[in-house]
Every structure is written in structure tokens, then in C-alpha cells.
């Protein structure tokens, strides 16, 4: 932890929308008025029609409901497309930036996005899609991943995107899950100046499913690289072709405030993925409201959010907020170290952005490639920083300050959640003085706080697990098709309280630091991982009995995956099998999950009634293996000593 305070700059102070005085002024009213206060912020939307109530939730088992603005009327891709066009339309909504700087990019107007949008939105509607349908994308980081989704959007149709380094089997499982009977994907990715074959794994995924009698009756295909792919005859249809002859215009669909609007599969503790479930209205108050005061975005300013729309912060804060506020938004397809670890600062400057965004995996990447990367870019069109994904650890946070923001840009932490579809911890940068590593107070309308095991509310200073009080506009409404999930997951740790998962300390400011996950999810390089899916994988190789995962300290991931594997009877663990497991994984669930450190184990440490113990794989993990604690409830401790002993690595 650091002790550092950075106040807020003088020019910030004076300029920003909401300083000091007025963040606290909005937020005690946003607590003791809720209701008045998010009626005025839903005033940053078109409706349609106007809502009725603006809340209507409970966290209570016999009262659970979740439901914002109800009786409104909207559609999301009008708020970010229609509406701007009498006043910006030849703004430019998007600036591509391909994955080779060689190459050609792409500005992309407000007006041509909106035709573009209609276009794709008018070619699902002649393959059949219709409002409720889930659609699923594929797709790698170019504009089509943003016309898909507001296509979806304009016609009512629920998006669930894909993260396009999702293995065919990933991919199958959540075709499944929502049973979607449409897949939009591209020939190829391309990231790093390597191809990824999406359409070659769509085809992979799909033939599982057709075992497993999932039908999908159509694949648009964009040709992003040329490849020659192969088609399956009246299946498979070229983007190209499913867009020629549709007209540029589409009546957008009215949407309810609490109608679907799309599902993103996310990793839990247990089981497989969870399709978290977003609505419209209150995600689209939500992000409009904390993009326009998180990252002060006025019209005209270029922002970079670096992040996939596979994942939240990618739907969020790369399509659908700054596109609600009418903003400049960069998409890049590239990858921060190629073809050099200066490539972020080139776009940066090649596109005179303002504000940035990105991961702290991405700048602990670059930072230990040594400044000259950096220092010979300009970076001065730089006003803001962000952080989002995980922790920062303090060196990171000052390295991003001093040498990327040259001292003078504020850097936003900001904690949020697949689930919570917007920033809910986080400074505004004209208001809050910032301390590296935390992500300071909270948002308006967040009433965050700490408990204990046995859901003691803490006061002041402590430490404990994070929970939030009451409802938001942006909180995921339902697990896609088990509802009863939903309320298992986050409501009954901590009856009447939504449970993040996240442990947090609150200091004598009342600043909050997240100190990472506390249930069984391992954070990797800001992608969340679920051991339990890990192990999943593992235990499905024939030549594997057992297997457990935990996280491991990494300096540039955040946290790695450290696989425990017990071997069938009579198979040699060894190397061959080793690099068997690591390929394995990465066939199942894709490279996010790939293994750093597999060690054999003859025996797992289990309890006597089973239970894995994993805090004493947890510190073996960690290397720290002089006090692992009470091991006498252990069915047979020896099986330590084996651990201890088979720790790859130094000891
Ligand atoms: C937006 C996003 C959520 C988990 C969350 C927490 C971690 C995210 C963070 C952070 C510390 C931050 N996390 N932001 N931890 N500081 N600023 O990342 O969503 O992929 O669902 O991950 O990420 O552990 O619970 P998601």
C-alpha cells in the first residue's frame, strides 16, 4: 500500500463537471433522494415514452426483484446512433486502428455508422431474427463487432459476444447456454500479426453442438484477412452479401426499460460460465451517466478505452457509453507490443486521444520494457488515464502517472463488475484526490461496504468483504435461464445484500482498496477465471484423476494459474504429460487459461470429509510454505510434505 496522495490539479479543479464540494453534494443527495436524482439522470436518454416508477427493488429472498424505470420506452442504438445525427452527424463516431500500422484504418461518421447499423439490423431481420432472439457474436476487434451489437440492439435482438480468444468448445457451451440459432464471426482475427481461425472454430463448435442436436441455422461471416475458408452451403453467409441490397434505414424497435438487452458469460466460483443478464434502460442511464462524469467526456474529445468488447468494459466503455454521449471512440485490434511496446503511445498520438483507458496487466507488460518505449512518443494530446480489470499495484500507478501522464493527467481507478455494467468505485478526476492502488469512493448511487464472516457490517477503517446496500440502474437483472442461480450467487452470503466476491479494505479517509477476489476466481491478466473451470478441463483429460487450481502471485498477469495434478494410476508425470496439460487446457477453454506452473501431486490435501483444502495450495502457490496453519484436520497430512516437496522451482 502506498501513502502517496495526489490532490486533484488546479486546472481540473476549476473545469471539470463535478469538483470536490459537488461530488459530495451529488452524492448525499443521490443516497437520501434516490428517486429524484435518478430521475434527473435519466434525463440523458431519449425515451420513448417516459417511465412510471424509477425503482422498484429489493435484495430480500421473499421480495427479490430488480426493476428500473419501469413502463419507459427506448432503444439503445437510437440513443447512440439517431439522436446525434442532426447535430454531429459527420462527427466521427469510431476510429478503427488495425492490428498493423501499415495498414489502412478506419473514421467512421456518426451518419455512416447509423447506416451501417440499419443495413446489418435489416439483413438479421431477413434471416429470420427477431425482438427476444439471442445472437451470438464472434467476432475480432473491428467496427462490425460494434454495427453487430447496435444492430441487435436497433431490432430488439439480445447480443452475446463471444471473446474472440474463446476456444471452440467455450464457444459451443454458450451457443448452448442461450441457445442462439445465429453466429456472426470473420474469416480470421488477427492480433499481434497472428491469425486467429474464428470461422474454422465456429465450424468446430457447431459440429459438437449438431452431435448434440443445438441447431444453428446461419453464420454471417465478415472476411476480415481474405482466407480461404469454407463454407457450408446454405448456412454460411457472407457479411458482404447478407448487407447488399438492405436499406440504410430501420425503424428502431420500442423497447420496455427492462427488456433484454444482452448476455455476457462471465466466470463464478462454481460451475460453468453465467450469462449475466443486462436490460436496457437502467444499463443505458448507467453508462451514459458514469462515462460522462467518470471520464469528464465532453463532445469532440477522442477517447480510448483498450479493452475487447468480449468482455464488459468493452460494451460498456467502448461501444455503447461513449457512443450514448456522442463521443470520438478509438477501437484497436492490435495488442500492446507489436510491433513494438511504444505501440499504444504512436495511437495515442497518431490520434490525438484525450483520455485513456486501459488494464494494469497492459502497463506492468510495458513498463518492464524500461521508458524509452514511451518517452519517445509525445503523448501530449493526453488529459486523463484509467485503470479498470484489477488491482494496481503502486510502482504501476506511478510509472503510469510520471512517465506515461508526464505528472499532469489524473488516473481513474475504476472497480466495477461484469455484473455491476458500470464504473461503481472510482475518482472523477475533478474531484477526488487520488492514492495509488485505491480506487477511492464511490459512484453516485453506490452504497458500498465492508462485512465480516458473519455479515457484521464494519465501521470506519477495516477490512472485509465488499458488498453493495442497495440497487443501481446498471446491475445485471437475472442469470440467463436460471434465476434461481442468480439469487444463490450474489444474495445469500450476506442475506439482503448484493455479494461481490471481492475482499476491500476502507481506510481513515473512507477510501476503498479492493485486495482482490475471496471466492474461488483468479483474476489473470484482467480476465476472471473460475478454478472450478480449470480443474474441469484438467479432470477431463484421460490420464488425469485429479486436479486442483488456485492463483499465484505474477508480475505482469496480476495473478497466474497454478494447476495441481494427481495423474491416473500408472501414468509417468513428467514433462511430455506436462506440456500434454497446458496444450489441453488451452484446446478447451482457449490461452487466457493457460496453466503457468503444473505440479504433479500423488495426493491432494483433503479434509475428512473430501474438501480440498486449498489454502495450503494457495501457499505453497505462493511460495510461502513456513506457517500453512492448522494441518491436523488433514485425512492424511503427509500428502504436505509430498507438495512441499514437488514444488517446481526454487524452494
Ligand atoms: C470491469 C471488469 C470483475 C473483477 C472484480 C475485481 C476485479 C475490476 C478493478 C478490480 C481492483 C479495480 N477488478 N476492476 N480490482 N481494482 N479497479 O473487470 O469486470 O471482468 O467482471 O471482473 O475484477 O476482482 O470483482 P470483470
Avoid at 290 to 316: K, L
Avoid at 444 to 464: I, T, Y
Amino acid at each position: 500500500m502506498s501513502d502517496a496522495i495526489f490532490p486533484v490539479p488546479a486546472q481540473w479543479a476549476a473545469n471539470a463537471l463535478v469538483d470536490s464540494t459537488g461530488y459530495e453534494a451529488k452524492y448525499r443527495r443521490s443516497i437520501a433522494d434516490p428517486d429524484g436524482f435518478w430521475r434527473e439522470e435519466a434525463q440523458r436518454i431519449d425515451w420513448i415514452e417516459d417511465f412510471d416508477t424509477v425503482r422498484d427493488t429489493s435484495f430480500d429472498r421473499d421480495d427479490f426483484r430488480i426493476r428500473w424505470f419501469e413502463g419507459g420506452k427506448l432503444n439503445i442504438a437510437a440513443n447512440c446512433l439517431d439522436r446525434h445525427l442532426a447535430a454531429r452527424g459527420d462527427d466521427v463516431a469510431i476510429i478503427w486502428e488495425p492490428d498493423d500500422p501499415a495498414d489502412a484504418g478506419r473514421k467512421i461518421t456518426y451518419r455512416q455508422l447509423h447506416d451501417d447499423v440499419c443495413k446489418f439490423a435489416n439483413a438479421l431481420k431477413a434471416h429470420g431474427v427477431a425482438k427476444g432472439d439471442r445472437v451470438t457474436l464472434y467476432l475480432p476487434m473491428v467496427p462490425e463487432a460494434a454495427i453487430a451489437m447496435l444492430a441487435c440492439a436497433r431490432i430488439g435482438a439480445v447480443h452475446s459476444v463471444v471473446f474472440a480468444g474463446f476456444s471452440p468448445d467455450a464457444l459451443a457451451g454458450r451457443i448452448k447456454d442461450c441457445q442462439s440459432r445465429i453466429v456472426i464471426t470473420a474469416d480470421q482475427g488477427l492480433r499481434g500479426g497472428k491469425t486467429i481461425p474464428l470461422k474454422a472454430n465456429v465450424d468446430a463448435a457447431l459440429e459438437k453442438l449438431s452431435a448434440q442436436e443445438v441447431a444453428v441455422d446461419t453464420v454471417i461471416m465478415l472476411r476480415r484477412t481474405g482466407a480461404d475458408v469454407p463454407m457450408v452451403a446454405g448456412r454460411d453467409v457472407d457479411w458482404a452479401d447478407a448487407v447488399s441490397g438492405q436499406g440504410a434505414d430501420c425503424l428502431p424497435e420500442i423497447m420496455d426499460a427492462e427488456d433484454p438487452l444482452f448476455i455476457l458469460y462471465t466466470s463464478g466460483s462454481t460451475g460453468q460460465p453465467k450469462g449475466v443478464l443486462h436490460t436496457t434502460g437502467g444499463y443505458a442511464v448507467w453508462t451514459a451517466m458514469t462515462h460522462h462524469y467518470v471520464f469528464d467526456y465532453r463532445p469532440g474529445q477522442v477517447y480510448w478505452c483498450a479493452a475487447d468488447v468480449g468482455w464488459v468494459t468493452g460494451h460498456s466503455y467502448v461501444v455503447y457509453a461513449p457512443l450514448m454521449n456522442g463521443a470520438t471512440t478509438v477501437m484497436f485490434e492490435g495488442v500492446p507490443n507489436f510491433p513494438d511496446f511504444s505501440r499504444f503511445w504512436q495511437v495515442i498520438d497518431k490520434y490525438q486521444v484525450e483520455i485513456f483507458y486501459a488494464a494494469p496487466t497492459a502497463l506492468r507488460s510495458l513498463m518492464r520494457e524500461g521508458d524509452k518505449y514511451v518517452t519517445r512518443t509525445s503523448r501530449r494530446s493526453l488529459r486523463l488515464l484509467g485503470t479498470v480489470g484489477e488491482p494496481i499495484n503502486p510502482e504501476a500507478w506511478q510509472w503510469y502517472h510520471r512517465v506515461v501522464g508526464e505528472m499532469r493527467c489524473p488516473i481513474v481507478d475504476t472497480w466495477w463488475q461484469t455484473e455491476t455494467g458500470g464504473a461503481m468505485i472510482t475518482p472523477l478526476p475533478g474531484a477526488t484526490a487520488l492514492k495509488p492502488g485505491s480506487a477511492t469512493l464511490p459512484m453516485f448511487g453506490v452504497q458500498p461496504a465492508l462485512v465480516d464472516n458473519d455479515g457484521v457490517e464494519l465501521e470506519g477503517p477495516a477490512e472485509g468483504a465488499l458488498i453493495i446496500k442497495d440497487s443501481w440502474p446498471g446491475q445485471m437483472r437475472t442469470v440467463y435461464g436460471d434465476h434461481d442461480r442468480f439469487f444463490q450467487t450474489y444474495f445469500t452470503t450476506f442475506p439482503g445484500v448484493y455479494f461481490t466476491g471481492d475482499g476491500c479494505r476502507r481506510d481513515q479517509d473512507g477510501y476503498y482498496w479492493i485486495t482482490g477476489r475471496i471466492d474461488d476466481v483468479i483474476n489473470v491478466s484482467g480476465h476472471r477465471m473460475g478454478t472450478a473451470e480449470v480443474e474441469s478441463a484438467l479432470v477431463s483429460h484421460p490420464q488425469v484423476a485429479e486436479a486442483a487450481v488456485v492463483g499465484m502471485p505474477h508480475d505482469v498477469k496480476g495473478q497466474g494459474i497454478y494447476a495441481y495434478v494427481t495423474p491416473m494410476e500408472g501414468i509417468e508425470a513428467g514433462e511430455e504429460l506436462r506440456a500434454e496439460l497446458v496444450k489441453w487446457v488451452r484446446k478447451e477453454i482457449g490461452p487466457i487459461a493457460t496453466p503457468d506452473i503444473v505440479q504433479f501431486a500423488p495426493g491432494l490435501p483433503k479434509t475428512r470429509s473430501g474438501k480440498i483444502m486449498r489454502r495450503i495450495l494457495r501457499k505453497i502457490a505462493e511460495n510461502d510454505t513456513t506457517n500453512l496453519g492448522d494441518i491436523s484436520t488433514l485425512a492424511d497430512p503427509g500428502v504436505v510434505d509430498d507438495l512441499l516437496a514437488g514444488r517446481p522451482g526454487p524452494k
